[in-house]
């Protein structure tokens, strides 16, 4: 059964910084290129970026390049988002997504604000 779990959300001053996970099972973690989402409250669901099996590859949208980072650890199966310099525009729950697999993450809040 594919299952993604993410954790790391919570409460961050603007400027700050959080570092999101995204905890994988249920496949061949290795083989599947992620991607990470977030939705902001009465917003649609937007890309925040993704990241190639390999780790190798990674895209982000241009509200957050510069300031988040992709990464994996294929060893470990966990996804992760680190995300700096924040601001108040990023409130949003996060997830994680399996583009080949269609699946998602139950999402983890985060919400900067002073």
């Not at 310099?85 to 604000?113: E, H, I, M, N």
Request: charged content about 20%.
């Amino acid at each position: 059964q594919v299952q993604l779990v993410e954790s790391g959300g919570g409460l961050v001053q603007p400027g700050g910084s959080l570092r999101l996970s995204c905890a994988a099972s249920g496949f061949t973690f290795s083989s599947v290129g992620m991607s990470w989402y977030r939705q902001a409250p009465g917003k649609e669901r937007e890309r925040v970026g993704g990241i190639s099996s390999s780790g190798i590859s990674t895209g982000y949208a241009d509200s957050v390049k510069g300031r988040f980072t992709i990464s994996r650890d294929n060893a470990r199966k966990l996804l992760f988002l680190q995300m700096n310099r924040l601001k108040p525009d990023d409130t949003a729950v996060y997830f994680c997504y399996a583009p080949s697999l269609r699946a998602w993450g139950q999402g983890t809040a985060v919400t900067v604000s002073s």
